[in-house]
């Protein structure tokens, strides 16, 4: 079942005051159940194009659904509530509030979704990243490997059809990112959802099942993973 697709994508930014073509003519479809890594050198308009296929981005034209609807058929408070429900980022940077506890950083979408926190599903996406002793820990005492799986469990509380990772082992030491990217590709295995992963790294993009590569804002090869890591 097809969950995500773009058809003659287009994004244009006004840079140094000309328009500048970041995203051309993209199309494209994802799988449920599908891990699928994005690579392209900087510039290549990768994180742009996650950020299209999300809605966090606004297409300058062209389509893109999501399960099954037209971006452009959500209201702002429709994509809010799928941003909190059916889809979640994962960040190179983590974005988890220092001052909070690793729980309370992982119930925060839920929070934020005016959601129900259910306290087996905390401890089950804890132990499922391998974190349920720091359950109560402050996030600044957590290693950076441990932040990133905080930001993991974070995405999975809602249990969402479509998880986005950008560059989400990029601040990490070579040892953490296979770990990292066992545990994406354990998540992927066990639960059906579809990860969209973008990644510099060719070893990285190794753990999904298909690679597309960018170039100048247009995909340029979309090939299956024969060796998968």
């Not at 097809?2 to 006004?14: A, G, M, P, T």
């Not at 159940?33 to 994180?47: A, D, H, I, R």
């Not at 296979?178 to 066990?190: G, P, Y």
């Given at each position: 079942?097809?969950?995500?697709?773009?058809?003659?994508?287009?994004?244009?930014?006004?840079?140094?005051?000309?328009?500048?073509?970041?995203?051309?003519?993209?199309s494209c479809q994802f799988e449920q159940?599908?891990?699928?890594?994005?690579?392209?050198?900087?510039?290549?308009?990768?994180?742009t194009f996650l950020y299209l296929l999300?809605?966090?981005?606004?297409?300058?034209?062209?389509?893109?659904?999501?399960?099954?609807?037209?971006?452009?058929?959500?209201?702002?408070?429709?994509?809010?509530?799928l941003r909190s429900s059916d889809i979640s980022f994962i960040f190179q940077a983590y974005n988890l509030i220092p001052n909070f506890t690793v729980y309370e950083n992982v119930i925060t979408p839920l929070l934020i979704g005016k959601k129900k926190v259910n306290e087996q599903d905390v401890d089950n996406v804890l132990a499922s990243v391998g974190l349920k002793k720091y359950k109560n820990s402050p996030v600044t005492m957590l290693s950076g490997g441990e932040q990133q799986r905080?930001?993991?469990?974070?995405?999975?509380?809602?249990?969402?059809?479509?998880l986005f990772a950008d560059e989400a082992t990029g601040n990490l030491d070579s040892k953490t990112v296979?770990?990292?990217?066992?545990?994406?590709?354990?998540?992927?295995?066990?639960t059906n959802i579809t990860i969209i992963h973008v990644t510099h790294s060719e070893k990285c993009a190794l753990?999904?099942?298909?690679?597309?590569?960018?170039?100048?804002?247009?995909?340029?090869?979309?090939?299956k993973v024969t060796n998968r890591l």
């Open positions: 079942m097809i969950v995500l697709s773009c058809h003659n994508l287009v994004k244009d930014f006004l840079v140094a005051g000309k328009q500048t073509r970041v995203i051309n003519g993209v159940g599908e891990f699928v890594s994005v690579m392209g050198p900087s510039g290549s308009g990768k994180s999300s809605g966090i981005e606004k297409k300058t034209s062209g389509s893109v659904q999501i399960l099954g609807k037209e971006i452009d058929q959500y209201n702002e408070k429709e994509i809010s509530k905080v930001a993991i469990a974070r995405a999975l509380i809602t249990k969402p059809k479509i296979v770990a990292v990217m066992k545990l994406l590709q354990k998540i992927n295995e066990l753990y999904g099942h298909r690679i597309l590569n960018m170039l100048d804002g247009k995909i340029i090869s979309d090939r």
